[in-house]
């Protein structure tokens, strides 16, 4: 249940200042504010506050698994083609674990690393249909399609989606010719325009990035996953700059562990500035997922907002962010992880989190109860490894 509160002594572009929260919105910014009526204070202590971090693209039933596969492969079809023939095991280890245990865990996941709102490609159980279901925001509702060449309904789905919601697809997820050739099949099915979330885009040139801006569509940047799946990423410093781009981690089957280390990551490859880094994890992402309120800390926005010890610019203070330092984490108004000070805020359980005490939100210990006796014994799970 969010809680009216008065945030004080929150860093926030380099100047202390409070933030009224009241509602699960955000409702008023100043220097200094006191709490009045039944709001509580909660004081932050100069920590930085930076907007709730979107992660654009995840499969929440996939994030227990480790890396899987041989690569380089040529293009993500390959790579489906090699786990169907030699990685059976990658595809039911995690099978014993209820769908809805794996969406839950993928969830918990997310919010490890700040994310207060994910885009998840796939279906949703219909429980978690519900707002507040689950620890974080999910985008919904969300069009999806797996590939061109897996469907389903490419091109029905990007119809029904157009001005409604967005349509995201893997797509040019390789560095062959087929990757390369499939913008313009996209395009050419009617399926590229306002809202379509070009998933990977690693076979995208130069002239398909103008296709990409003409359509106004976004890319969704997923580097660790291209990096180990193909040696290559997209070209995202040639993206003209009205395109969104949205930095994500894909699954854990691919991708990194936290949105933390695929900022790391990403800032490692020297494409992008940290600050535009930010903005691909913020406002650039809430673009791309048609979700303009997010992303942004402001009077009537979402309070989805997350603490961290100041390094130096908000850019810089993501690029040092761990789930072990994060001290708060707050989804419309409703705090969800807490550092122990911050704890009697939310309805919250002690877990051990990258070798810290921290606070999260309840439901995790009976998660991780009913995962350890569902997984084969000692099951590799990099994500579930951070729980130590
Ligand atoms: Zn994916």
Same mark, same amino acid.
């Given at each position: 249940?969010?809680?009216?509160?008065?945030?004080?002594?929150?860093?926030?572009?380099?100047?202390?200042?409070?933030? !009224?929260?009241?509602?699960?919105?955000?409702?008023?910014?100043?220097?200094?504010?006191?709490?009045? *009526?039944?709001? !509580?204070?909660?004081?932050?202590?100069? &920590?930085?506050?930076?907007? #709730?971090?979107?992660?654009?693209?995840?499969?929440?039933?996939?994030?227990?698994?480790?890396?899987? #596969?041989?690569?380089? +492969?040529?293009?993500?079809?390959?790579?489906?083609?090699?786990?169907?023939?030699? +990685?059976?095991?990658?595809?039911?280890?995690? $099978?014993?674990?209820?769908?809805?245990?794996?969406?839950? =865990?993928?969830? +918990?996941?997310?919010?490890?690393?700040?994310?207060?709102?994910?885009?998840?490609?796939?279906?949703?159980?219909?429980?978690?249909?519900?707002?507040?279901?689950?620890?974080?925001?999910?985008?919904?509702?969300?069009?999806?399609?797996?590939?061109?060449?897996? *469907?389903?309904?490419? %091109?029905?789905?990007?119809? +029904?989606?157009?001005?409604?919601?967005?349509?995201?697809?893997?797509? %040019?997820?390789?560095?062959?010719? @087929?990757?390369? #050739?499939?913008?313009?099949?996209?395009? =050419?099915?009617?399926?590229?325009?306002?809202?379509?979330?070009?998933?990977?885009?690693? #076979?995208?040139?130069?002239?398909? =990035?103008?296709?990409?801006?003409?359509?106004? /569509?976004?890319?969704?940047?997923?580097?660790?996953?291209?990096?180990?799946?193909?040696?290559?990423?997209?070209?995202?410093?040639?993206?003209?700059?009205?395109?969104?781009?949205?930095?994500?981690?894909?699954?854990?089957?691919?991708?990194?562990?936290?949105?933390?280390?695929?900022?790391?990551?990403?800032?490692?490859?020297?494409?992008?500035?940290?600050? $535009?880094?930010?903005?691909?994890?913020? *406002?650039?992402?809430?673009?791309?997922?048609?979700?303009?309120?997010?992303? !942004?800390?402001?009077?009537?926005?979402?309070?989805?907002?997350?603490?961290?010890?100041?390094?130096?610019?908000?850019?810089? @203070?993501?690029?040092?962010?761990?789930?072990? @330092? &994060?001290? &708060?984490?707050?989804?419309?108004?409703?705090? !969800?992880?807490?550092?122990?000070?911050?704890? =009697?805020?939310?309805?919250?359980?002690?877990?051990?989190?990258?070798?810290?005490?921290?606070?999260?939100?309840?439901?995790?210990?009976?998660? @991780?109860?009913?995962?350890?006796? /569902?997984?084969?014994?000692?099951?590799?799970?990099?994500? &579930?490894?951070?729980?130590?």
């Amino acid at each position: 249940m969010p809680v009216d509160m008065v945030l004080r002594g929150a860093l926030i572009d380099g100047r202390v200042c409070a933030v !009224r929260v009241s509602g699960g919105v955000v409702v008023e910014i100043a220097a200094d504010l006191r709490a009045s *009526g039944d709001e !509580r204070t909660l004081d932050l202590g100069g &920590l930085a506050v930076l907007p #709730g971090l979107i992660n654009a693209h995840d499969h929440l039933s996939l994030d227990l698994l480790p890396r899987v #596969g041989t690569p380089p +492969y040529p293009s993500a079809y390959a790579w489906h083609a090699d786990l169907e023939r030699n +990685y059976p095991v990658a595809a039911i280890q995690h $099978r014993p674990v209820a769908e809805t245990d794996r969406v839950r =865990w993928g969830a +918990y996941r997310n919010l490890f690393s700040g994310v207060t709102t994910v885009a998840q490609h796939g279906p949703l159980p219909f429980r978690f249909l519900i707002p507040g279901s689950l620890p974080v925001r999910v985008r919904l509702p969300m069009a999806w399609a797996e590939s061109l060449r897996m *469907g389903p309904d490419v %091109a029905s789905r990007a119809r +029904y989606a157009r001005g409604r919601m967005p349509f995201a697809i893997h797509l %040019a997820e390789g560095v062959d010719e @087929t990757a390369r #050739g499939e913008l313009e099949q996209l395009d =050419w099915l009617g399926a590229l325009g306002p809202g379509t979330m070009v998933v990977h885009g690693v #076979g995208i040139d130069a002239q398909g =990035w103008r296709l990409l801006a003409a359509r106004r /569509a976004s890319l969704v940047w997923c580097p660790r996953s291209n990096h180990f799946l193909f040696g290559a990423t997209a070209a995202v410093e040639e993206v003209p700059p009205e395109v969104p781009i949205a930095l994500a981690t894909d699954s854990t089957m691919t991708g990194s562990v936290t949105l933390f280390d695929e900022v790391r990551f990403a800032a490692s490859l020297g494409k992008v500035a940290p600050e $535009r880094l930010l903005a691909m994890v913020t *406002g650039e992402a809430a673009r791309a997922v048609m979700a303009p309120e997010l992303g !942004r800390i402001a009077v009537g926005a979402p309070a989805d907002l997350i603490a961290l010890p100041p390094a130096g610019s908000a850019a810089d @203070t993501l690029l040092a962010a761990l789930p072990s @330092t &994060l001290a &708060l984490v707050m989804v419309g108004g409703a705090v !969800r992880l807490a550092a122990r000070r911050f704890a =009697w805020a939310g309805d919250l359980e002690p877990v051990t989190l990258g070798g810290e005490r921290t606070h999260v939100q309840r439901g995790l210990l009976a998660l @991780t109860d009913r995962l350890a006796r /569902a997984l084969p014994a000692g099951f590799p799970s990099p994500a &579930l490894a951070q729980l130590s």
